[in-house]
């Protein structure tokens, strides 16, 4: 029997990100994939026109009825789409504490819209402080986690190791932004790790929605946290290559991805 992963986050009909792309990465790792809604969307391709989220009593009783049927290898956590549900997505990762733990922070669309109020941000840390195996903010994010920009590559260390001493959670800081190559930077508490790529002119919907999927992927293995960044880097690089356009906006990660498990 497959081990289960799931995907507490938001809801993209054009399936490029939220809970969609997540279970299709689980997937694609050999896992099987389930999903709980914090929120729904009127979105595409190239922007989100509205966000709905759901009532936080009915987001937890999602979790509590799913537990209740199955047993989850990991969990990661995505858009919360409101501040209402930041209590319980403190529950759910609090009751998940013997499996791996991504947070995925996001705060804003890429189009600009607010996934979570900007004034919630201070609230949804102190919540998940100490709860999480990873963190993922890309740089705009951890400039709002920080209140504090960070834009170049120094600035990320410093912002990696500044979030891991404030919640006690290792942090990987997204470069996906920065001008030049790509760079990720992750600081596990101890020491820093380096992943440098070169940068592709085609935009690609769901990267960070994608990275962070297959991250908790190579963590539910067993892999070291260390190994499961450089893999999942690696194989989110080849995914972005294989991107196609299916509508007006940005490309959409293709699958299956032809890519030796």
Same mark, same amino acid.
């Given at each position: 029997?497959?081990?289960?992963?799931?995907?507490?986050?938001?809801?993209?009909?054009?399936?490029?990100?939220?809970?969609?792309?997540?279970?299709?990465?689980?997937?694609?790792?050999g896992?099987?994939?389930?999903?709980?809604?914090t929120?729904?969307?009127?979105?595409n391709?190239?922007?989100?026109?509205?966000?709905l989220?759901? $009532?936080?009593?009915?987001?937890?009783?999602?979790?509590?009825?799913?537990? %209740?049927?199955?047993a989850?290898?990991?969990?990661?956590?995505?858009?919360?789409?409101?501040?209402?549900? !930041? $209590?319980?997505?403190?529950?759910?990762l609090?009751?998940?504490?013997?499996?791996?733990?991504?947070?995925d922070?996001?705060?804003?669309?890429s189009?600009g819209?607010?996934?979570?109020?900007?004034?919630?941000?201070?609230?949804?840390i102190?919540?998940?402080?100490g709860?999480?195996?990873?963190?993922?903010?890309n740089?705009?994010? *951890?400039?709002?986690?920080?209140?504090?920009?960070? +834009?170049?590559?120094?600035?990320? +260390?410093d912002?990696?190791?500044?979030?891991?001493?404030?919640?006690?959670?290792?942090c990987?800081?997204?470069?996906?932004?920065?001008?030049?190559k790509?760079?990720?930077?992750?600081y596990?508490g101890? %020491?820093?790790?380096?992943?440098?790529?070169?940068?592709?002119?085609?935009?690609?919907?769901?990267?960070g929605?994608f990275?962070?999927?297959a991250?908790?992927?190579?963590?539910?293995?067993?892999?070291?946290? +260390?190994?499961?960044?450089?893999? *999942?880097? *690696?194989?989110?690089?080849?995914?972005? !290559?294989r991107?196609r $356009?299916?509508?007006?906006?940005r490309?959409?990660?293709?699958?299956?991805?032809?890519?030796? +498990?």
């Amino acid at each position: 029997m497959k081990k289960i992963l799931l995907s507490v986050a938001g809801f993209d009909p054009s399936s490029g990100a939220g809970v969609l792309l997540d279970v299709k990465v689980f997937e694609q790792m050999g896992f099987a994939g389930m999903a709980i809604l914090t929120s729904v969307t009127a979105q595409n391709t190239g922007c989100v026109k509205k966000v709905l989220p759901l $009532p936080p009593e009915f987001l937890w009783q999602q979790f509590q009825t799913l537990r %209740a049927d199955v047993a989850c290898a990991g969990i990661k956590i995505g858009m919360v789409g409101s501040s209402a549900n !930041i $209590p319980v997505i403190g529950r759910i990762l609090r009751f998940c504490r013997s499996v791996p733990r991504v947070v995925d922070p996001v705060f804003k669309s890429s189009s600009g819209a607010w996934l979570l109020e900007k004034a919630s941000v201070p609230d949804f840390i102190r919540e998940i402080s100490g709860e999480a195996s990873l963190l993922t903010p890309n740089l705009e994010e *951890a400039s709002l986690i920080l209140d504090e920009p960070v +834009k170049n590559f120094a600035d990320m +260390k410093d912002a990696s190791q500044k979030i891991f001493q404030a919640i006690r959670i290792p942090c990987l800081v997204k470069g996906g932004h920065l001008r030049g190559k790509a760079i990720d930077v992750l600081y596990d508490g101890s %020491a820093f790790s380096i992943f440098e790529k070169g940068r592709m002119k085609k935009s690609v919907h769901g990267t960070g929605c994608f990275f962070s999927s297959a991250i908790l992927s190579f963590l539910a293995r067993g892999h070291s946290l +260390k190994r499961s960044f450089f893999e *999942a880097s *690696a194989l989110t690089f080849q995914a972005i !290559i294989r991107a196609r $356009p299916l509508g007006r906006g940005r490309h959409i990660f293709a699958f299956p991805l032809s890519w030796n +498990k």
